[in-house]
């Protein structure tokens, strides 16, 4: 089989969807807006830097200059299934290609925000998503989303975690109850409320020692690293920066405790399930797609959105009670081999290609 992605070859989400693939033996091309590599993978590169940062008019105008050039590489190529990531950006690319079996997958604010900013972007939000042949949403939550704009059936197909990569293991870590998160350092990720919950946390427990981990890079950086100075915890707070695959799973398993403080909605919750199948209970915002990445109650404690006194509250309950803690460790790792083994995961959107392609050809 040979599989064409319309995605951003510097995913850290499209690479895991190609690695895969391609360890089954299927042939990858990926056509990206942006330059990249991926081992394994031809990719073609439209050389469309910077367009993230770029005004809404000048986006369309970037994704419209290239869609002859994909035209002609998809003609090139012939693959069996084209399948963009993305609704609004590659799914406008999808969408002008005329090509069947076609898969879009829906990944976040291409369904939470982009429609919500004017009539004509709910439009074209709806094009895209009627010009697929199927639609794929990672949680429920977002397929609710999208349901808005599609009578299209959506099938959720869950993004899990390698299990034998992420899993509990022995690293050198001091012996301080150490709480931690691995996000992009942004406003929507409310780490804000975390770093003030941390401090209530230190206050009810009286714990000096205790360490918050916090890795990731982003535009709200320095203004999380004074809050922690202001609170007068900068010593406990330690900032990791951006860090690979092999210290995210480390880096999990020196948490007692990983929190993951989103305010607004929340696609799925990626990070959420990388940390429990390390073993690692969550704390988690009630918001989209993360309480369906934990599960409340057993492997996960929930909190408001927006709340460091409930965050506070809520590390210090685990911190209290080690039974607790300890079952939820167990708990966590099991809901995860349950439900979010990257190979289930992406056999099942196996099933649904080789489906689209014996449709087609019995048409």
């Known amino acids: ?67 002859q050039e994909v035209k ?8 069996d299934i084209v399948h963009a990531h993305y609704a609004t950006s590659y799914g406008i690319l999808g969408s002008c290609l005329k090509f069947h079996p076609y898969f879009l997958s829906v990944w976040g604010t291409d369904i939470y925000t982009f429609p919500n900013k004017s009539f004509i972007h709910k439009k074209f939000l709806e094009y895209n998503l009627k010009k697929a042949d199927f639609v794929l949403s990672t949680s429920k939550d977002m397929k609710r989303e999208a349901e808005k704009y599609t009578k299209k059936e959506i099938l959720v197909t869950p ?3 390698p299990i034998d990569r992420f899993k509990p293991m022995k690293v050198d870590r001091e012996d301080v ?21 941390f401090k209530i946390f230190m206050e009810k427990s009286q714990d000096k020692k205790a360490k918050l981990l916090i890795a990731g890079k982003g535009e709200q950086e320095e203004e999380l690293k004074n809050l922690a100075k202001e ?22 398993n020196k948490m007692d405790v990983a929190v993951f403080p989103s305010v607004h909605q929340e ?65 966590a790792r099991q809901y995860i081999l349950d439900n979010f083994n990257v190979v289930d995961n992406f056999n099942y959107v196996d099933g649904l290609y080789k489906k689209a392609i014996n449709s087609e050809k019995v048409e």
């Open 231 to 252: 609170l007068d915890i900068e010593e406990n707070v330690h900032f990791l920066g951006f860090i690979s695959e092999d210290e995210v799973i480390e880096t999990f």
């Open 72 to 79: 002609e590489i998809v003609a090139m190529e012939k693959p």
């Open 1 to 67: 089989m040979k599989i064409c992605y319309l995605s951003d070859a510097i995913s850290v989400h499209t690479k895991k969807w190609c690695e895969f693939f391609v360890d089954k033996g299927y042939e990858i091309v990926v056509i990206s807006l942006r330059n990249g590599e991926i081992p394994g993978v031809k990719v073609y590169g439209l050389g469309a830097e910077g367009y993230y940062n770029k005004g809404d008019i000048a986006k369309l105008n970037s994704y419209t200059k290239r869609i």
């Open 177 to 197: 109850f150490t709480v931690g998160t691995i996000k992009a350092l942004i406003a929507s990720y409310g780490l804000e409320y975390l770093i003030r919950g």
């Open 159 to 161: 993004f899990g975690v």
């Open 267 to 331: 696609s799925f919750g990626v990070a959420a399930v990388e940390a429990q199948a390390c073993g690692i209970p969550a704390i988690v915002s009630d918001v989209g797609g993360l309480t369906e990445a934990t599960k409340p109650g057993y492997s996960s404690l929930t909190v408001r959105p927006e709340s460091s006194e409930d965050i506070g509250e809520a590390i210090y309950k685990l911190y209290k009670d080690k039974d607790l803690r300890e079952e939820m460790k167990k708990n």
